[in-house]
């Protein structure tokens, strides 16, 4: 049988090493997702360069305020488009990248918390007489962490489903304000 300095020595080793594989983890999906975001803004950037070369000269090659004006309205509407798809696809990585770091911070939580649980069942069972005070506290310690970590987790995840959906929104109306500027234009 191990002394308790012996469990816990051996219990702060695994988590230490659990915490180093999160921070990994975290670190690797965050910069994934951020490779994303960079690669989906070079996207966007070359297209609008692109296309602001195509509608530079069209421009240059107006010779009326009619045909000023018919140019305009025509841009309006694909350019609204293009930044509500914009967008819905940031926001689209945003989401997905959010979604993996709370999976691998809740695998890791949940391994750590089963560990710790059997760790100080462990010593409930072979502490001396006297001292199931001393084990219902840390029990207790334990238990009140778990659920401040899961109403956490919950709120967190609430706040993201309402990001979500205030940028949904918001790419909906920007669409439909442009459809409709386009609309009156034409």
């Known amino acids: 049988m191990f002394s308790y300095q012996d469990q816990f ?35 966007a950037a070359k297209a609008s360069l692109e296309e602001s070369a195509a509608t530079a000269q ?28 914009y967008g819905r696809h940031l926001a689209s990585i945003v989401s997905a990248t959010q ?19 059997a760790l100080v069942e462990e010593i409930a069972k072979n502490a001396p007489a006297g001292s199931e005070n001393a084990v219902a506290l840390l029990k207790s310690a334990i238990g ?15 706040a993201v489903e309402t990001l979500e959906g205030h940028l949904s929104n918001a790419a909906k109306q920007f669409t439909q304000v442009a459809e409709k500027t386009a609309g009156r234009k034409k």
Do not use: C, M, W
Request: charged fraction near 20%; hydrophobic fraction near 40%.
């Open 144 to 158: 009140n962490a778990n659920a401040s970590y899961e109403q956490l987790t919950k709120n967190t995840k609430q």
């Open 9 to 43: 020595s051996a219990a702060t080793k695994t988590h230490f090493q659990a915490q180093l594989d999160l921070i990994n983890t975290i670190t690797t999906k965050t910069f994934e997702g951020l490779e994303k975001i960079v690669e989906l803004n070079l996207s």
């Open 58 to 85: 069209q421009f240059a090659s107006i010779k009326d305020p009619q045909e000023l004006l018919a140019l305009a309205q025509a841009q309006a509407q694909p350019t609204a488009e293009k930044a509500a798809a």
């Open 99 to 117: 979604a993996e770091l709370t999976k691998a911070t809740e695998a890791q939580v949940a391994e750590t918390s089963r560990k710790v649980s």
